[in-house]
């Protein structure tokens, strides 16, 4: 620890060693945040083309001209993957989380400061290579963001499945590369780094979410890196990992003897603890920011840890869950339905326990709150779909329609967006020294609830009615035709949702350089960050080591003369819990 | 802003809600023996979700509402939570959740697990290929001919596109149509396969869903009890038609579907 310390007490100077090749966390944090910011603009375009197309399947669209079929399944394909990787995956972990993870815990920075820099220019040449996917011939893969081979493992399959499948699988194995360079960077960190007096039952609940995350992130990606590598064994060398004997045109295709489950089993290894990656970095920042604008200690801290930690468990144990339609064995199924309801019970018990640190609180409702709390309500919405999905006997009728797609959406889409939403909102102040603008964050939460839910929840009723996903257009099947309204007004929702996503857009640049000056803890909180200069210097505490007397929610202790003890606060008998 | 709050999440819990209670749109309407069973258990997980769901959202907009800070609210409890409500509140997840899945088993199990076939059953083959079905009945002789890859055709559509080795003798009386036929209130066993990518087999009113996997033959079963018409919806993205693999199931009284069977064999004659 000391000597870390010492090595980057010097901010280093130039241009391009300070902001470009930074090995400063905090740098680092915000490059993986605007990344995941340039992507999530990306993303979010290409689903505005997809709501069109579907409702309006020949609009003569400005540039574009009509949106084809296959061009469609291309949206789709890179919607899912941009949103699921660069976006999910990559701004609440490698952005906030490399911001703060250090800070919370008091270190001077993460633990390998060069892999650091590394794990976020690799994911940045992963994101060129996807982007690039566009502009090939063929265009952007049809096989959608799961991938399922043999569609994805043979060239002849469709539009896409040329090059730019090629460019989709090398763009996801660099990712997952970046991933586990900063997985092991986290885990590392949190170890090894931690300040004096903090014990990991002192660390706020942000830090054991990442920590999490990165152990998830450790073990999952490296399967998918492999399972990516057969599959492009498969397309270029002639291997048959995942291909049986088929017939595609009316040609014989040199396979034989592969399975096209083992992807599915290695692509869901992954997928299901993905999920998870993208959620649980919400789930800490919503417990931080309720318990901050709640003015009390959260709610069963330790059921808390317990609870993201079973989640992760289970996470592991689920994956054949997405596999109930998929030929594998029926007796599995029961297996996997039943360790799937057991995820439900953390779930639960994290909802809780939010609804606790509420109950008698003294509520502000400043936006990072207000996005917390609709986080807390998009997890309830997205989560309770969940029990119909897991049961097997349900997803006879469910698999593969609108009602997945509102699922997934809600919980690990929109909530973990919101979760993204109260931290940038959150911590904006200590990254960037300035507030951003109540106002507009007021209007942009509003018509983001509101919108969102008008998009999302629909879409179980249109699963329920039988809606199958990924039809680039409802006129060939009849019953489907007769949905169509309803699909009209959630294209209609969508135009909504996404104009007030340019507030945001807006307050961010405008508040970055015109907001009013942040003190150094403007929320009243009680977390290392908010000990530091804002924003903080380059070894974080400006040489001084901090040491914590006090665990991370001391809200509301009575007779200290302020209602909350920041963590270095001297010790104090009357603070309870850790 | 509270109260803002608590509306908005209101509103949102009580419409959601109502479009599902009302049942503007909902499951259609099951024509198969499985349906009972199914759709009973989806209005058991519909209730018990949805009074936990009414339960969470409207206590979470109560709370945003009343306990809004005031220069009157009292001091709030200092308490870093309440571990004889956490065991509570475990325990009574767990025993809803799991014993809900319990319920369901029965269910799959009769749909899904391995099934000694009724030898009175219909046997229909289902091939899936981008980007129509094929339906292939094995004749009077109860048994299905070989087919080939080498002698797939898409294109001939028919027996050519399953590619049907028809110098296999069984081949001379295998049927194998664009549309399917079955008679209403018999075991139907189905074999299904793809040639191709995967596909899924997807009929909403007949409760029905699998996977159609190259390299597998995968058999289950079902029990038509309405005639009508139903449609096919391919359920498993396949390519650039997927949106329009598209078929038909005609459930009929046993003795049209004589006739039909009959007809189709005379044709090929």
Known sequence: MATSATVHSHAPQGFIRKYIFSLDHKVIGIQYFFLALTAVLVGMFLSLLMRIHMVWPNANLPLMGEIKPETYLALLTMHGTIMVFFVLTTAPQGGFGNYFLPIQIGAPDMAFPVLNMLSFWTTFVGFVVIIAAFFVQGGAPLHGWTGYPPLSAVQ????????????????????????????????????????????????PLTCWSWFITAILGLLAFGVLLSAGILLLMDRNLGTSFYVPLIVVNGQVMGHKGGSPLLWQHLFWFFGHPEVYIAILPGMGVASQVL???????????????????????????????????SGMSPYSAFAFSILTMCIGVPSAIKTFNWLGTMWKGHLRFHTPMLYAIGFVSLFVSGGLSGPFLAQPVLDIQLHDTYFVVGHFHLIMGVAAIFGIFAATYYWFPKMFGRMMNEGMGRIHFFVTLAGTYAIFMPMHYLGMAGQTRRYSQFTEVAYQTKLLPL?????????????????????????????????????EATTLEWITATPPPHDNFGGKTPVVNHGPYEYGVPGTGRDYLMQTDPPNEKSGGH | MGLALMVLIWLITLVSTYFFAAKTWWLPVGASSAAGWIDGQFTLTFIIVGIVFLAAQLGLGYIVWKYKETPASPPVPYSHGNTKLEIVWTTLTTILFIGLNLMGSPTWASQRYPFDPDPSAVQVEVTGMQFAWYFRYPGADG?????KASLMDPSAGGEAAVGLDTNDPSAKDDVVTGTMYVPVNREIDVSLRSVDVIHDFFVPQLRFKQDAVPGLNIHLHFKPTQIGEYEIACAELCGLGHYKMHGMVHVVSQEDFDKWLAAREAEKQ
């Open chain 2, 143 to 147: 048994k299905f001919a070989k087919t």
């Open chain 1, 487 to 523: 699909q009209t007004f959630m294209t209609y929702a969508a135009f909504v949702t996404i104009a007030a996503q340019l507030i945001f857009v807006i307050n961010l640049f405008w508040s970055m350089f015109k907001g009013p000056k942040a003190s150094d803890n403007p929320w």
């Open chain 1, 156 to 203: 002849s399959s469709g539009p896409g499945e040329g090059l730019g499948a090629d460019l989709w699988i090398t763009s996801i194995a660099i990712f997952c590369l970046a991933s586990l360079m900063g997985a092991l960077n986290f885990i590392t960190t949190t170890l090894d780094l931690r300040a004096k007096g903090m014990t990991m039952m002192r660390m």
């Open chain 1, 291 to 325: 318990s901050t604008f709640s003015r009390k200690p959260i709610f069963g801290y330790r059921a808390m840890v317990y609870a993201m930690l079973a989640i992760g468990f289970f996470g592991f144990m689920v994956w054949g869950h997405h596999m109930f339609m």
